[in-house]
């Protein structure tokens, strides 16, 4: 994992409010913890795992996992503020199935412990055994090929908002997705899928709008769809936008 940065990127300016990302480093308890509250910030309503608390997110998602060199995670920063995070992995399925085997023991004390801390997140815990071990089921015919995925996208409320674009000229999702596929390209991946509840509809519209092909998620508890992003091929120029779709004001997602 790179270790943390704080560099500006030229793609993420616009106009005079300064953007940057931060590339998380799972050694450093400001960067483990901002990832963690801004996780459970952007997912605690949608995502199972995000249910179980702060801690777990930061001990285990944003620390043990990111040592693992499985997952990248980074967040964008609006004037010095935590606006959007994103983690992505090469293989999604072994990252999966790693949480259920290899990484179990410390996932189970870290899940003990926030118990512990607070007993009420007992309730929450059959909804994110069951997003680990449907994600461990998950099946694709070998036509497929090899394909990296966003495993955690969203920027905050506050940044997605018609007037925060007009007065800035900043589409914060835009430039979060772009940082994402400009690493997975430089991996030689040219292809990216994402799985979103079909539930959440602004998630939905906004992968949607930027990808080349959408289906079902057949193995998925709840109702939920993947959408693909092809990147180009060969010797084809990298294709950051298959669709052309950046569109001012439109609404950024969480997923």
Known sequence: MAPSSMSSDPQASGGTTPTRFRVIDPDS????????????????????????????????C???????????????????????????????????????????????AETIRALAAQPSLLLRLPGAARLLWE????????ATGKFAEIVAFGTLPQYRTRQFVRQTGLLVSDLLLDHVLDDVWAQGFTLVRGVVLASNKPAVSFFS???????TFPSAALPSIQVWL????????????????RRAGRSSPAS
């Open 29 to 60: 308890g400001l960067d483990t913890a901002t990832a963690a509250r801004l996780h459970a910030e952007l997912f605690g309503q949608i995502g199972p795992v995000a249910k179980l608390g702060e801690r777990l997110l930061q001990r285990y």
């Open 135 to 142: 994600r461990r089921r998950d099946r694709l015919p070998p």
């Open 230 to 245: 092809e990147l180009g091929s060969g010797r084809d120029e990298r294709l950051p936008h298959p669709k052309g779709a």
């Open 209 to 215: 709008a930027r990808s080349t092909r959408v289906d």
């Open 62 to 108: 944003y620390s043990y996992v990111l040592r693992t060199g499985m997952m990248k995670a980074v967040m964008i920063e609006v004037d010095g503020q935590p606006a959007g995070l994103a983690a992505w992995t090469g293989d999604s399925i072994a990252l999966h199935r790693a949480a259920l085997r290899g990484h179990l023991p410390f996932l189970v």
